[in-house]
């Protein structure tokens, strides 16, 4: 007669979990790879180099110890004098990549940026560029208040000369930074500071990826209604489209990745096709990108849509320090989804 067995079952092996990343490391990294390849370039700001902490959330973490305090320089707060020194190593051959703290901050340097920086390749009739990238952070969340958590962007992408870029997702944040940073004029770079350390899915890219400058991501296709967004609400906009695919509405989400100029093509090619158009953005509604894109989806697309072009933007308002009111200030998925069904009834 066998005996029976008394050895515990084998262990199933453990589900390795999905990689993840952030776009803190996303942009480090970029800075990293792009610091090794090309000794031209430069950073300067505050608090950059890592005596001073390695900038105030750590990007530029490690970047003075292994390039040297030369080309890693921490300045003092002086954001006119951070972006003029940008311009003027960048007409002696060098590439700044300089950052101004926070965004609302870019009005002390707004003079540098749009009478100088964006108007110095007209100026000189084509003899002169300057490939700088302005690196700045912004984004309500943290009850900071009106003056620290601004989405500036219009003022800038109503500028010629300057390229305005915001990343959503880590991949996004390494490709974009780096074909900042090749680019031959100036570009804003706006960061998220409430997403730098969010867990986004897959792994970065290696050293060779890029981003087009002015190319959007359709992150998500459907055929009912179009929304396009960036930077933080981008990624808004893809969790309240699962919330509409859950009452039969199947959305597409399109990030624009850059704001100026931006991918006129690809979003008037999903308009086409649904006929429906939600654009969304932190910034105040009045006078946002927002608008300008909307103009254009009615002019080129005047008697071919289902429904009027509609615009989800932050209130008329300062940013609020009230947590309930700042919560308030802005859209958020669930409002973003609510916008959507309106829009597809």
């Known amino acids: 007669m066998s005996e029976t067995s008394t050895a515990p079952a084998a262990a199933k092996p453990a589900t390795p979990k999905p990689p993840t990343t952030t776009i803190l490391a996303g942009l480090s990294k970029a800075l ?7 000794d031209k370039l430069l950073a300067l700001g505050e608090d950059l180099a890592d005596p001073e902490g390695g900038g105030i959330v750590g990007v530029t973490n490690g970047l003075s110890t292994r390039f040297g305090g030369q080309r890693v320089r921490s300045t003092p707060i002086a954001e006119q004098a951070i972006i003029g020194a940008a311009i003027g190593a960048s007409l002696v051959g060098y590439k700044p ?33 300057v490939p700088i990238v ?11 208040g009106g003056q620290h958590c601004d989405y500036l962007e219009a003022w800038f992408a109503h500028t010629p000369g300057i390229k305005v870029v ?49 190319k959007a ?45 931006w991918d006129r093509e690809t979003v008037l090619a999903s308009a086409r096709k649904t006929g429906r158009v939600l654009i969304v953005h932190e910034a105040v509604k009045a006078f946002g990108a927002g608008a300008e894109i909307a103009a254009v989806v009615g002019e080129e697309l005047f008697g071919q849509l289902k429904a009027p072009v509609r615009r989800l933007g932050g209130a008329y308002s300062a940013v609020p320090y009230s947590k309930p009111l700042e919560s308030a200030y802005a859209p958020d998925r669930a409002r973003i989804a609510a916008a959507i069904l309106a829009l597809a009834r």
Do not use: C, W
């Open 134 to 144: 302005i690196r700045t952070m912004t984004g309500l969340g943290y009850g900071s």
């Open 32 to 38: 990293m790879d792009a610091f090794a390849e090309d």
């Open 217 to 261: 991501a359709v992150q998500r296709e459907g055929t009912d209604v179009t929304v396009v967004s960036y930077s933080r609400l981008a990624g808004e906009a893809r969790a309240a489209a699962e919330l509409a695919a859950a009452e039969g509405v199947s959305v597409e989400v399109i990030d624009l990745r850059t704001i100026s100029p």
């Open 166 to 214: 915001a990343p959503s997702t880590p991949q996004d944040a390494y490709g974009l930074l780096r074909s900042a940073i090749e680019d031959p004029d100036p570009v804003l770079f706006i960061e998220n500071l409430p997403t730098y350390r969010t867990p986004m899915p897959g792994e970065l890219p290696d050293a060779g990826h890029r981003v087009p400058l002015g």
């Open 97 to 129: 990549v300089a950052e101004i703290m926070l965004m609302n901050f870019t009005t002390v340097a707004m003079d540098m940026i749009v009478n100088h920086a964006a108007k110095l390749r007209f100026m000189s009739g084509g003899q002169t560029s």
